[in-house]
């Protein structure tokens, strides 16, 4: 089994490194920090498939590149779903959640100074790769403490089965490795 795997998406192509998740299964890294083009891009490609929104909602940390880029040439804000409290957070609300990058189980909390926006505005999430679908599951949980009303969820990649979903816009499948 090759190390990498070649990547074609949103007009330009990336060599992905191959990791364990397990004994049994490899995935390939989509690492979106440092990489402004492919931000760029992906931004500009999934901003084409998305219905109108009010503001993007991203879980903290791998996406929050791309919810800048789309926040900024959408021009609508975004907001980061945090994977823990801060002292400025109002009143944070809380949903846990465990996916498989993570491999334990983690909280995602959002406080009311961001979460009060939502209410009755048209949502639309973003991450960088859907794959089990648990930590969009925990965001949706989130926004909808909030009363805001999701009109998408979306990722540049859809990572194994998450592919076959019609619940989510992506642009590009990401096959799973298992040894």
Excluded: W
């Amino acid at each position: 089994m090759a190390d990498t795997y070649t990547l074609n998406i949103a007009g330009i192509t990336r060599e992905l490194k191959k990791f364990p998740v397990s004994d049994s299964l490899d995935i390939a890294a989509f690492i979106l920090f440092g990489d402004v083009e492919l931000c760029e891009c992906c931004a500009r490609e999934l901003l084409k498939k998305c219905p109108e929104f009010d503001y993007i909602v991203t879980p903290e940390a791998k996406s929050i590149p791309l919810a800048y880029e789309m926040s900024k040439q959408s021009g609508k804000k975004y907001i980061v779903v945090r994977k823990g409290t801060k002292v400025y957070m109002d009143r944070p609300e809380k949903v846990s959640l465990r996916s498989i990058t993570t491999q334990r189980e983690q909280s995602l909390y959002l406080g009311h100074e961001d979460g009060d926006l939502l209410s009755g505005k048209k949502v639309l999430i973003v991450d960088d790769v859907v794959s089990t679908g648990e930590s969009l599951a925990a965001v949706k949980m989130l926004v909808e403490k909030f009363n805001g009303n999701i009109v998408a969820c979306a990722a540049p990649l859809a990572e194994g089965d998450a592919a076959d979903r019609k619940d989510i816009v992506f642009l590009e499948k990401l096959p799973l490795f298992f040894k």
